[in-house]
């Protein structure tokens, strides 16, 4: 499955995504797609700080774990 999106992803072309672009200015207009934009940019970085931080506790966590057993 994972093959077939890329290959999916990859065949997009210069004509497409000049479409898809024109195609998101006539729904939401010249103005509202750099809002649009920096709400899509501010939400990848909530999400990759929150998946970030769950890999250091689950770390502390078996460090803490480590110890306990050790002693």
């Known amino acids: 499955m994972l093959m077939y999106s ?3 992803l990859g065949s997009i072309g210069v004509t ?3 479409l898809i672009i024109l ?3 006539l729904l939401f207009g010249g103005r509202k797609i750099p809002e649009l934009m920096r709400g899509l940019g501010e939400g990848l970085h ?3 700080k ?3 931080g769950g890999n250091t ?3 502390d966590d ?3 774990a480590s110890k306990e057993l050790k002693s």
């Open 16 to 18: 497409e995504l000049i």
């Open 23 to 25: 195609a998101l200015v």
């Open 6 to 8: 890329y290959v999916v």
């Open 50 to 52: 929150a998946s970030q």
């Open 57 to 59: 506790a689950s770390k």
């Open 62 to 64: 078996a460090k803490d």
């Open 46 to 48: 909530e999400f990759k």
